[in-house]
């Protein structure tokens, strides 16, 4: 009987930086991706120490922020259906924010 691994869609990140407003990741083959950290709300309320304390786990299909318990599939930001949902949950988060200031 013969394995074979799986590999993985995309690959690992080698570095993640942060702006003050969004996560950047960084792959060995030279690409960077940006991400809102608005879509990670643990991400954004986190301090610099928490957010720059990451693993890759599962071989590098995930990012782990122990400090946070936040878990980011990598090939979840590579996924239109998946940022859609994150783009849609940042959007509502924002909409309930400014109801309740308007309330005030």
């Not at 996560?23 to 990670?40: K, N």
């Not at 400090?67 to 924002?94: C, K, M, N, W, Y």
């Given at each position: 009987?013969?394995t074979s691994r799986v590999k993985p ?96």
């Amino acid at each position: 009987m013969s394995t074979s691994r799986v590999k993985p869609a995309h690959p690992a990140p080698s570095d993640i930086r942060f702006t003050r407003r969004e996560m950047v990741l960084h792959f060995a083959d030279g690409r960077s991706l940006t991400v809102p950290l608005e879509w990670f709300p643990r991400l954004l309320s986190a301090t610099e120490e928490q957010r720059n304390n990451w693993q890759l786990i599962g071989r590098g299909i995930g990012i782990h922020w122990p400090d946070v318990d936040e878990d980011i599939s990598v090939a979840g930001l590579f996924d239109p259906v998946a940022t859609r949902f994150l783009q849609e949950r940042a959007a509502s988060r924002r909409k309930r924010v400014s109801l309740k200031r308007h309330h005030r």
